[in-house]
């Protein structure tokens, strides 16, 4: 098999005042594994701000080694689907204790069967990741995969309010560098750990590895990780993070399983991203449209139509393998229990509707932030955004679909792609009751998403297909006001979509954004910001070669907040919304405890108003999380404190230089990534 080439260089609230202000200081790497050794529990996370444009829209998302070798993949599964217990595929697995976290397989990972304990003392929790590259099937169709510690999704992250999450990185891809973001995660004080590459870190070269450590106070719920260097994640690089909370203000539920699906591509996700930034491309006649997928996978499994291969002929690695049919995600339900069902978004594109059949469901969490409940039978989601809902199983005993079909009406298929349509642009999960044996044929009826309402759950809270829920409609659990703006915080950008070179790109305010190489935001700007005052430093284009001793480079769209002790404005609480650009129209305004979360959906030719806390020292990254947009250029940073974040990556090299470590500074820049 040929090596994958050589990664572009492109990547893309709940505090409260018991955050600890530890600074969170590089660690000394644990010996790596032997090669082959499995997966093992690990909890990671970070603070970034990332948003995501649909055709409908843009949707904003939250503040924000070894020898290479290739895994193999468990014996193929059998010609016809059938269901399969909830494990992710997994080359080879096996288990492996850390000092906080017992052996688990991947199915009970899945279903947070793993005797975590909750509880509100703090701890350390450990996990080591070996990145490697190998193939594997998901659909029944071979291809190029990127695995943590051997399977994907990858291994789960548990933790609790309040504890410090220690992550190991070993990178043992051939020729690749690599990076993690944790999805959602604050990084309170801790920056330089958000994980995303070109900004916060320069990638983690073939053969070396990188710990992330960082404190998850204040937080709880849904979270995921996922590789912030390109398209790593839609070839596999992602996993789950829960953080729970003796606290937490949801309802009390029996059962409690985590569902991760995205789009899934046959083709290696870097060759096509090199045809959608090139002038033509094969799935549409027209410039920019994204590539169309080729399936759906939920829990890393799903079913292909092998008649039908089109989409993967043109795929040398795959000329001399046999496409097999796949399997269905299977978990199991008691009758009368209400179970808490995870749902997080891998898409790298596509959004979906998520059903149930015959099922109700109830939405207690969005983007980790607890709401009062919303009575639904659908749930809209696009990349990157999560929802915890309650299920009641209430029904008769038997297997009953799970839906997760891509919302055709919010996006474009171009040309369209014969093996999406095969499987009627839908997967299908089992949700199976009691001891009902998993082949038995399914029963129930699905639900109707086009109505408006129905007679079970009443109105339908979603007013559009193609949207998040009303901004004004989710009531956060921990009521908390709109942050005050500093009178220096107002931030506005827009973007629009034009040619350059005959290509299609995102400008920014005008500014196209263009990565750094062998470098990183956070390190290239303070090396010349030593001792400088950041007091008058103002929002600007990037094109400037110095502001106030920061010196962002040409082609980085950088918003600087000056008021550090008051909120700041980017016309992320969501405290407004309406139609055009801001202040051209009228914007709707809510103030008293406005919905939190870190992923929003912005519909096109509109706006919306955010909020977010100005007192977190670091260079933030806000993006669109449809990746093939972020690659395009819709990206953008947030600089917030930078003389205390000054102040404190001074203290990091100089805690190295005591231990007689190297500075910890641009660690990996310079290097060929």
């Known amino acids: 098999m040929d090596p994958r080439r050589q990664f572009r260089d492109d990547d893309d609230g709940d505090d409260d005042d018991a955050q600890r202000e530890t600074l969170i200081q590089p660690l000394s790497p644990i010996p790596r594994p ?58 080879n697995p096996t288990t492996s204790a850390s000092p906080t976290n017992p052996p688990v397989s991947p199915a009970q990972q899945l279903d947070l069967k793993t ?12 996990y080591v990741f070996n990145i490697t ?47 993690i973001h944790w999805h959602g995660i604050n990084q309170r004080n801790s920056n330089w750990m958000d994980g995303v590459h070109g900004v916060t870190q320069c990638g983690i070269p073939p053969g070396e590895s990188f710990t992330y450590a960082f404190n998850v106070s204040g937080q709880r719920g849904t979270f995921w990780y996922h590789a912030h260097v390109s398209l790593q994640y839609t070839d596999g690089l992602y996993g789950p993070l829960v953080i729970h909370d003796a606290g937490e203000q949801v309802p009390k539920t029996e059962d ?104 109700t469901l109830s939405i207690i969490e969005m983007d980790g932030t607890e709401i009062e409940p919303i009575a639904t039978t659908r749930v809209f989601m696009n990349p990157g955004q999560r929802y915890s809902v309650v299920l009641t199983a209430n029904q008769t005993a038997g297997n009953y679909k799970m839906r997760v079909t891509a919302a055709r009406s919010c996006f474009h298929l171009g040309k369209g792609n014969p093996n999406f349509a095969n499987v009627n642009y839908e997967a299908v999960g089992l949700l199976s009751y009691d001891d009902v044996d998993a082949t038995t044929p399914p029963i129930g009826s699905r639900w109707d998403t086009t109505v408006t309402s129905n007679a079970v759950s009443g109105r339908e809270p979603w007013h559009d297909a ?23 915080n107002h931030h506005y950008f827009s973007f629009r979509r034009d040619s350059k070179n005959g290509t299609i790109h995102s400008f920014i305010n005008d500014t196209l954004y263009e990565p750094l190489r062998n470098e990183a935001t956070l390190w290239k700007a303070s090396k010349t910001a030593a001792s400088k005052s950041t007091t008058d430093i103002v929002a600007h284009t990037g094109h400037a070669d110095n502001v106030s001793g920061w010196n962002f480079g040409p082609e980085r769209f950088v918003m600087v907040s000056q008021d550090a002790n008051a909120g700041a404005q ?22 008293d405890n406005p919905m939190r979360r870190d992923t929003v959906t912005v519909p096109g030719y509109s706006h919306v108003v955010l909020r977010i806390r100005g007192d977190n020292p670091g260079i933030w990254a806000l993006h669109c999380h449809i990746l093939w947009h972020a690659e395009d250029g819709m990206f953008v940073q947030i600089g917030q404190r930078l003389d205390e974040l000054q102040a404190r990556l001074e203290a990091l090299d100089a805690k190295n230089m005591e231990s007689g470590e190297a500075p910890f500074r641009g660690r990996f820049c310079g290097e060929k990534q």
């Open 256 to 359: 409690d399983k985590v569902v991760m699906f995205g789009d899934f591509f046959h083709r290696d996700a870097e060759e096509l991203v090199d045809q959608y930034l090139g002038t033509s491309h094969p799935w549409s006649n027209m410039a920019g449209m994204e590539p169309p997928p080729d399936n759906i996978i939920i829990n890393g499994h799903h079913v292909s139509n092998c008649s039908s291969s089109s989409s993967t002929e043109d795929n040398k690695d795959m000329d001399d393998l046999t496409c097999q049919s796949g399997s269905l995600y299977n978990t199991r339900v008691k009758s009368g229990h209400q179970v808490r069902l995870r749902l997080i978004s891998h898409s790298t594109s596509t959004p979906f509707l998520v059903t149930v059949d015959n099922h």
């Open 133 to 179: 590259l190998g193939r594997d099937s998901p659909d029944g169709v071979p291809k190029s995969m990127i695995f943590v510690n051997g399977q994907s999704p990858g291994p789960l992250i548990e933790a609790n309010t309040g504890d410090l999450i220690r992550v190991v990185v070993y990178n043992s891809l051939p020729e690749e560098s690599t990076a």
């Open 570 to 591: 980017i016309p992320f609480q969501v405290v407004g919304w309406g139609t055009n650009t801001f202040g051209q129209a009228e914007t709707t305004w809510n103030l």
């Open 466 to 488: 193609c949207e998040d829920l009303p901004f004004d409609m989710p009531k956060p659990m921990r009521n908390a006001a709109a942050f005050e703006v500093g009178e220096h």
């Open 115 to 126: 005797g975590f304990q909750i509880s509100s003392t703090p701890q350390v929790r450990d």
């Open 34 to 91: 032997d090669k082959g050794t499995g997966w093992r529990l690990c909890l990671l996370a970070t603070c970034c701000v990332t948003f995501l444009f649909a055709l409908s829209g843009l949707l904003l998302s939250g503040f924000f080694a070894g020898t290479p070798g290739a895994t193999t993949r468990p014996p193929a599964p059998p010609t016809e689907p059938s269901p399969v217990s909830e494990t992710p595929h997994a080359a």
